[in-house]
């Protein structure tokens, strides 16, 4: 079954440009651009996880955007290394991270669901 992002997941994909695509079956795919390490894994800032939440899972104000680490020199999709914590603030749907060299711009439209 798929999902959908809802709103508050979808303002913060808007605000990191991570545009969403669905692959053949459906499935839902967040497409971050990312950066390469020397030792040729893939990085990139979550757009939903930080360092630290209340217990009410609500970000604290100096939390820091989490970097997702990925083994592997290959573009394509990986299961999100999101905490459980964030799955449940978001409400975040079944969907893998689509790890890219570029992203295009993702516009407001995106903020009503037009994606
Ligand atoms: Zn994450």
């Given at each position: 079954?798929?999902?959908?992002?809802h709103e508050k997941a979808l303002i913060a994909l808007h605000r990191y440009n991570c545009p969403i695509s669905q692959d053949e079956s459906g499935n839902l795919m967040v497409n971050?651009?990312?950066k390469r390490t020397i030792n040729?894994?893939?990085v990139f800032t979550c757009p939903f996880c930080v360092s630290k939440r209340k217990k009410n899972l609500n970000p604290y104000a100096?939390?820091?955007?989490v970097i997702h680490i990925h083994g592997g020199?290959?573009?394509?999709?990986?299961?999100?290394?999101?905490?459980l914590e964030t799955y449940k603030f978001y409400n975040l749907?079944?969907?893998?991270?689509?790890?890219?060299?570029n992203?295009?711009?993702?516009s407001s439209?995106?903020?009503?669901?037009?994606?």
């Open positions: 079954m798929v999902g959908v992002f971050v651009a990312v040729n894994d893939l100096n939390a820091k955007s020199s290959c573009y394509g999709t990986r299961t999100p290394h999101c905490s749907p079944r969907f893998e991270f689509n790890l890219v060299e992203v295009n711009y993702v439209d995106y903020l009503k669901g037009n994606y």
